[in-house]
C-alpha cells in the first residue's frame, strides 16, 4: 500500500470523530460571542511589537530597533504545525538551510551566513548549543535577530541569531493530538497555573513517534519541561525554565555532485543512501536550564542577573555516503574523490561517535535605567557576561565499509568495521569574557542616537583527538555599534547602523594540506539602511538594506601534496535588501511575509573561480508568504495558505553548477468550536501540495558540500482540546 494513503488507528479516529464535534459546533453558532472574536485578534497581533531581549540594541519594541527583526508567534507556530528548526526557518525568506538532514541536528543560515552553533542560538537570551533538536512545545516566540549581534553574543558568525522565548506562567489547561500522512503519532500537553498570586507554574510535554517520508527513518521523540515565575516582595522576580528531551532517529545522508560537476537526477529522496541494517538510530539527549532574577531598584532602574546551562549528547552513528575514493570511476584520481562519481557510484563509511557533548554556560549581570541630563534622556544598558563551552568527544570510527549506488532499488549490505571507539577527550575549552554598555540617547520626540558596544576576551583551547593541546588562542577586541533613528510620522521610523564583530576561523578540511587547522578569527563589518511603518495597530510593515562583509575563507588549489590549502584571503561581501510584512490586512485576513534580494560575492581572492559570480547556498531571492483568512459565514472556520520561492541556487565553489529554482504551495484549514463548553480547535495543513522535488540545501560540513531534497507532499492533523 501507498504509505501515503496508509492509516494508522490514531488517524481513523480523529477523522471519525470530526464530523461528531461540527455538529455541535454547528448546533452552538448563535450563541458564540463576537467578542470572544475580538480577544483573539488582539492576541495576535501583539507580536510585531514585542520586547527583543535578544537584540544588540538592547530591548525596545520592535518599531525602536534599529536592526531587522521578524517574531514568530506562537499562533503562527501552531498554524504551521511547526515541529523542527527547518521549518522554522521556512518562514522567513532571510534564512535558509545550512547542512539540516533529517534526523541530525539541524543548521540554518540568516543572510547567507551559516550560524555558529555555540553562540548563534539562545534560549531566554542566553546561549543554547545548538548541537540539539530543539523542542518548540515550550515556546512562545521565536524571535529572528538579522545581522551582526556582538554586543549580544560577543563572539559569533555575523549573519544573526535564533532567540526561543519560553512560554510563562499562565492558567491553560490543553492536550494535543496530531497525526500525519505518513502515521506519526504526536500528543503534547500543556498545563499552566498560579499555585499562590504569587508563585506559578507551566509544564509542557511532548511524546512523538514519528513516521519519516525517507525509508528506515522514523524515529522518537520525549521532551518535559518546566517554567515557574516567583514574584518576589513588591519588586523582585524570579524567572526559571527547565527542559529536557531525548530523541532516537537514523540520519539520512545529504547527495553530492556526481563527478563534482552534476547534480543527480531521477533520485528517490524516499530512499535512504548507504543504508545498513545495522546502523543505530542518532541518539541527543538534550538539558537546558535558565534563570533570571529581575529587580526595580527605583522607578526607573532595574538590576537583571541571568544564568544558563545547556548540555547536549549525541551518540552519532550512520552508514555515512560519501565521495567515492574507493569507487572504479575515481581511482585513476581524474574525478576528486570528495565528491560522488559520475555514474552514481558513492562510497559508504561505517561512522561511530558516542558520548559527543557540548556544554555552554553563560551568567550575565546587568543595569537598566534610564537619566535626564538637559532635554536628553539617556537609557542605559551596562553589564557584563561569562560564558564558557566545552566539547568532549570519543575518538571516532570512521571506516570504509563499501560502495553502492545512487540509483540501487535496494543498498548492499556491507559488514561493519570491527573498531571501536576510543576514550572520551576534552576536545575544546572556549571562555568569553565581557563587558558591554549601551546608551540609548533621545532628544525630544523625533530623533534617538544609540552608542555602545562590547569588550571581549575570547580563551580557547582546541585538543587533538588523542587529547593532546593543538591550539591556544587568545583575543580581546572591543566590538562597537552605532544608530540613528529617526521618527519621521507615528507611524513610520527610519534608522541607519553600524556595528563590527568577530567570529572564530573555520577548520581546514581533511584533504587540504593543512588538516584540521584553525585559521585566525576574524573580523566582519556591517551597516544598515532601514524603514518600519505601523500601518494600523494591527500591521507592520519593514525594510532594510544592508551590507556585510568579513575575510573569505577557501580552500585554494596550490602546488602540495594534497593540492589545496585553506586559507584567509580576500573580501566575502554580503549586500541585500529586505522586506516584511506582519499582522491583519483586514479582520478576517492576517498575513506573514518576508522577502529577500541578496547578493553574495567573493573579490580579491586571488583565484578567478572564486569570484564575481553568487557564493555556495546563497539564492539571490527567497520569498516567502503565509495567509490566514478567518471564514465570515463559518464561524470558528478558517484557511490558510502560503507559498515559498528560492531562486537558483549555486551548489559548487566555482559557480559552475546550480540547483534549480523551486517554488512551494501549502494549504491548511483551521476549525474552532466548543465542545461541552470547553474550545477544541482542529488543523489540517498540507505541505507541497503539489509534490514538488527541489534541492533545499546546497549546505557544506567540514568543508564538503551536500545536497538535501524537499519534503514531498505531507499532510499533517491534529486536534487541540482544552480541559
Given at each position: 500500500?501507498?504509505?501515503?494513503?496508509?492509516?494508522?488507528?490514531?488517524?481513523?479516529?480523529?477523522?471519525?470523530?470530526?464530523?461528531?464535534?461540527?455538529?455541535?459546533?454547528?448546533?452552538?453558532?448563535?450563541?458564540?460571542?463576537?467578542?470572544?472574536?475580538?480577544?483573539?485578534?488582539?492576541?495576535?497581533?501583539?507580536?510585531?511589537?514585542?520586547?527583543?531581549?535578544?537584540?544588540?540594541?538592547?530591548?525596545?519594541?520592535?518599531k525602536d530597533t534599529p536592526a531587522s527583526v521578524n517574531v514568530l508567534d506562537r499562533t503562527l507556530l501552531d498554524s504551521r504545525q511547526v515541529r523542527t528548526l527547518s521549518e522554522v526557518a521556512a518562514n522567513d525568506a532571510s534564512l535558509g538551510d545550512s547542512y539540516a538532514p533529517v534526523g541530525y541536528y539541524q543548521n540554518i543560515a540568516i543572510r547567507g551566513f551559516a550560524l555558529d552553533t555555540a553562540t548563534g542560538y539562545r534560549f531566554n537570551g542566553l546561549a543554547t548549543t545548538g548541537e540539539q533538536r530543539i523542542a518548540l512545545e515550550n515556546i512562545q516566540q521565536v524571535e529572528i535577530l538579522k545581522g551582526e549581534a556582538g554586543l549580544a553574543a560577543g563572539v559569533m558568525a555575523p549573519g544573526g541569531i535564533i532567540n526561543y522565548v519560553g512560554k510563562r506562567t499562565a492558567e491553560v489547561r490543553t492536550v494535543t493530538l496530531g497525526t500525519d500522512s505518513e502515521g506519526t503519532r504526536y500528543t503534547a500537553v500543556d498545563v499552566g497555573h498560579w499555585l499562590t498570586p504569587r508563585f506559578g507554574v507551566?509544564?509542557?510535554?511532548?511524546?512523538?513517534?514519528?513516521?519519516?517520508?525517507?525509508?528506515?527513518?522514523?524515529?522518537?521523540?520525549?521532551?518535559?519541561?518546566?517554567?515557574?515565575?516567583?514574584?518576589?516582595?513588591?519588586?523582585?522576580?524570579?524567572?526559571?525554565?527547565?527542559?529536557?528531551?531525548?530523541?532516537?532517529?537514523?540520519?539520512?545522508?545529504?547527495?553530492?555532485?556526481?563527478?563534482?560537476?552534476?547534480?543527480?537526477?531521477?533520485?528517490?529522496?524516499?530512499?535512504?543512501?548507504?543504508?545498513?541494517?545495522?546502523?543505530?538510530?542518532?541518539?541527543?539527549?538534550?538539558?537546558?536550564?535558565?534563570?533570571?532574577?529581575?529587580?526595580?531598584?527605583?522607578?526607573?532602574?532595574?538590576?537583571?542577573?541571568?544564568?544558563?546551562?545547556?548540555?547536549?549528547?549525541?551518540?552519532?552513528?550512520?552508514?555515512?555516503?560519501?565521495?567515492?575514493?574507493?569507487?572504479?570511476?575515481?581511482?585513476?584520481?581524474?574525478?576528486?574523490?570528495?565528491?560522488?562519481?559520475?555514474?552514481?557510484?558513492?562510497?559508504?563509511?561505517?561512522?561511530?561517535?558516542?558520548?559527543?557533548?557540548?556544554?555552554?554556560?553563560?551568567?550575565?549581570?546587568?543595569?537598566?535605567?534610564?537619566?535626564?541630563?538637559?532635554?536628553?534622556?539617556?537609557?542605559?544598558?551596562?553589564?557584563?557576561?561569562?560564558?564558557?563551552?566545552?566539547?568532549?568527544?570519543?575518538?571516532?570510527?570512521?571506516?570504509?565499509?563499501?560502495?553502492?549506488?545512487?540509483?540501487?532499488?535496494?543498498?548492499?549490505?556491507?559488514?561493519?568495521?570491527?573498531?571501536?571507539?576510543?576514550?572520551?577527550?576534552?576536545?575544546?575549552?572556549?571562555?568569553?569574557?565581557?563587558?558591554?554598555?549601551?546608551?540609548?540617547?533621545?532628544?525630544?520626540?523625533?530623533?534617538?542616537?544609540?552608542?555602545?558596544?562590547?569588550?571581549?576576551?575570547?580563551?580557547?583551547?582546541?585538543?587533538?583527538?588523542?587529547?593532546?593541546?593543538?591550539?591556544?588562542?587568545?583575543?580581546?577586541?572591543?566590538?562597537?555599534?552605532?544608530?540613528?533613528?529617526?521618527?519621521?510620522?507615528?507611524?513610520?521610523?527610519?534608522?541607519?547602523?553600524?556595528?563590527?564583530?568577530?567570529?572564530?576561523?573555520?577548520?581546514?578540511?581533511?584533504?587540504?594540506?593543512?588538516?584540521?587547522?584553525?585559521?585566525?578569527?576574524?573580523?566582519?563589518?556591517?551597516?544598515?539602511?532601514?524603514?518600519?511603518?505601523?500601518?494600523?495597530?494591527?500591521?507592520?510593515?519593514?525594510?532594510?538594506?544592508?551590507?556585510?562583509?568579513?575575510?573569505?575563507?577557501?580552500?585554494?588549489?596550490?602546488?602540495?601534496?594534497?593540492?589545496?590549502?585553506?586559507?584567509?584571503?580576500?573580501?566575502?561581501?554580503?549586500?541585500?535588501?529586505?522586506?516584511?510584512?506582519?499582522?491583519?490586512?483586514?479582520?478576517?485576513?492576517?498575513?506573514?511575509?518576508?522577502?529577500?534580494?541578496?547578493?553574495?560575492?567573493?573579490?580579491?581572492?586571488?583565484?578567478?573561480?572564486?569570484?564575481?559570480?553568487?557564493?555556495?547556498?546563497?539564492?539571490?531571492?527567497?520569498?516567502?508568504?503565509?495567509?490566514?483568512?478567518?471564514?465570515?459565514?463559518?464561524?470558528?472556520?478558517?484557511?490558510?495558505?502560503?507559498?515559498?520561492?528560492?531562486?537558483?541556487?549555486?551548489?559548487?565553489?566555482?559557480?559552475?553548477?546550480?540547483?534549480?529554482?523551486?517554488?512551494?504551495?501549502?494549504?491548511?484549514?483551521?476549525?474552532?468550536?466548543?465542545?461541552?463548553?470547553?474550545?477544541?480547535?482542529?488543523?489540517?495543513?498540507?505541505?507541497?501540495?503539489?509534490?514538488?522535488?527541489?534541492?533545499?540545501?546546497?549546505?557544506?560540513?567540514?568543508?564538503?558540500?551536500?545536497?538535501?531534497?524537499?519534503?514531498?507532499?505531507?499532510?499533517?492533523?491534529?486536534?487541540?482540546?482544552?480541559?
Amino acid at each position: 500500500m501507498n504509505r501515503c494513503l496508509r492509516p494508522t488507528l490514531m488517524t481513523i479516529a480523529l477523522c471519525a470523530v470530526l464530523p461528531l464535534h461540527a455538529a455541535d459546533a454547528f448546533a452552538d453558532v448563535p450563541d458564540r460571542s463576537p467578542t470572544e472574536l475580538a480577544a483573539v485578534r488582539v492576541q495576535a497581533q501583539q507580536a510585531p511589537a514585542a520586547i527583543t531581549p535578544s537584540s544588540s540594541f538592547g530591548a525596545a519594541s520592535w518599531k525602536d530597533t534599529p536592526a531587522s527583526v521578524n517574531v514568530l508567534d506562537r499562533t503562527l507556530l501552531d498554524s504551521r504545525q511547526v515541529r523542527t528548526l527547518s521549518e522554522v526557518a521556512a518562514n522567513d525568506a532571510s534564512l535558509g538551510d545550512s547542512y539540516a538532514p533529517v534526523g541530525y541536528y539541524q543548521n540554518i543560515a540568516i543572510r547567507g551566513f551559516a550560524l555558529d552553533t555555540a553562540t548563534g542560538y539562545r534560549f531566554n537570551g542566553l546561549a543554547t548549543t545548538g548541537e540539539q533538536r530543539i523542542a518548540l512545545e515550550n515556546i512562545q516566540q521565536v524571535e529572528i535577530l538579522k545581522g551582526e549581534a556582538g554586543l549580544a553574543a560577543g563572539v559569533m558568525a555575523p549573519g544573526g541569531i535564533i532567540n526561543y522565548v519560553g512560554k510563562r506562567t499562565a492558567e491553560v489547561r490543553t492536550v494535543t493530538l496530531g497525526t500525519d500522512s505518513e502515521g506519526t503519532r504526536y500528543t503534547a500537553v500543556d498545563v499552566g497555573h498560579w499555585l499562590t498570586p504569587r508563585f506559578g507554574v507551566r509544564v509542557n510535554a511532548a511524546w512523538e513517534d514519528s513516521a519519516s517520508y525517507i525509508d528506515h527513518a522514523h524515529g522518537r521523540r520525549n521532551f518535559y519541561s518546566l517554567a515557574a515565575d516567583w514574584l518576589i516582595g513588591e519588586r523582585g522576580k524570579l524567572e526559571v525554565d527547565a527542559n529536557y528531551q531525548t530523541s532516537a532517529q537514523r540520519s539520512a545522508s545529504g547527495f553530492q555532485l556526481l563527478g563534482a560537476t552534476e547534480l543527480p537526477r531521477g533520485v528517490d529522496r524516499s530512499k535512504m543512501l548507504g543504508y545498513q541494517p545495522w546502523q543505530q538510530p542518532v541518539g541527543i539527549a538534550s538539558t537546558n536550564l535558565t534563570a533570571l532574577h529581575t529587580f526595580e531598584l527605583g522607578p526607573r532602574w532595574q538590576s537583571r542577573v541571568s544564568a544558563s546551562h545547556s548540555r547536549s549528547v549525541i551518540d552519532d552513528n550512520v552508514a555515512f555516503a560519501y565521495g567515492c575514493y574507493y569507487a572504479a570511476q575515481c581511482a585513476d584520481g581524474s574525478v576528486p574523490g570528495n565528491y560522488f562519481a559520475p555514474n552514481g557510484d558513492y562510497d559508504i563509511y561505517d561512522y561511530r561517535s558516542p558520548d559527543d557533548t557540548r556544554v555552554n554556560q553563560e551568567l550575565r549581570a546587568e543595569l537598566r535605567g534610564s537619566v535626564d541630563i538637559g532635554r536628553v534622556t539617556h537609557q542605559l544598558s551596562i553589564g557584563a557576561d561569562t560564558f564558557r563551552r566545552t566539547v568532549d568527544k570519543r575518538q571516532n570510527v570512521n571506516e570504509y565499509v563499501g560502495t553502492a549506488n545512487i540509483h540501487d532499488p535496494q543498498v548492499p549490505v556491507f559488514a561493519p568495521s570491527p573498531l571501536q571507539p576510543g576514550a572520551s577527550v576534552r576536545r575544546l575549552d572556549s571562555r568569553q569574557d565581557g563587558l558591554f554598555v549601551l546608551d540609548r540617547m533621545r532628544f525630544g520626540d523625533d530623533w534617538q542616537w544609540l552608542a555602545g558596544g562590547r569588550m571581549v576576551r575570547l580563551d580557547e583551547r582546541a585538543y587533538d583527538k588523542r587529547g593532546n593541546p593543538e591550539r591556544h588562542s587568545r583575543i580581546s577586541r572591543f566590538l562597537p555599534q552605532t544608530a540613528l533613528i529617526w521618527n519621521a510620522t507615528d507611524q513610520v521610523n527610519a534608522y541607519v547602523s553600524y556595528v563590527r564583530g568577530i567570529s572564530l576561523g573555520q577548520e581546514a578540511p581533511f584533504w587540504t594540506s593543512n588538516d584540521g587547522e584553525f585559521l585566525a578569527p576574524v573580523l566582519s563589518r556591517q551597516l544598515e539602511v532601514g524603514i518600519k511603518y505601523g500601518a494600523t495597530d494591527a500591521l507592520t510593515l519593514g525594510a532594510a538594506l544592508f551590507r556585510t562583509s568579513q575575510p573569505f575563507q577557501y580552500a585554494r588549489a596550490d602546488d602540495s601534496d594534497a593540492g589545496y590549502t585553506f586559507v584567509q584571503e580576500g573580501q566575502q561581501t554580503h549586500t541585500g535588501l529586505e522586506l516584511t510584512a506582519n499582522g491583519h490586512l483586514t479582520e478576517q485576513l492576517q498575513i506573514t511575509a518576508s522577502a529577500s534580494v541578496l547578493q553574495a560575492r567573493a573579490r580579491d581572492t586571488a583565484t578567478a573561480a572564486y569570484e564575481d559570480h553568487q557564493l555556495v547556498n546563497v539564492p539571490k531571492t527567497r520569498a516567502s508568504v503565509h495567509l490566514d483568512y478567518a471564514l465570515p459565514l463559518v464561524a470558528g472556520m478558517g484557511v490558510t495558505g502560503g507559498w515559498r520561492y528560492a531562486s537558483s541556487n549555486t551548489a559548487t565553489v566555482d559557480g559552475s553548477v546550480r540547483a534549480p529554482s523551486y517554488s512551494v504551495v501549502d494549504l491548511g484549514l483551521r476549525y474552532q468550536h466548543t465542545l461541552r463548553q470547553q474550545p477544541v480547535t482542529w488543523r489540517l495543513s498540507v505541505d507541497n501540495v503539489f509534490d514538488k522535488f527541489y534541492w533545499r540545501d546546497t549546505g557544506s560540513s567540514a568543508g564538503d558540500y551536500y545536497l538535501f531534497a524537499g519534503a514531498p507532499r505531507q499532510a499533517r492533523l491534529s486536534v487541540t482540546i482544552a480541559l
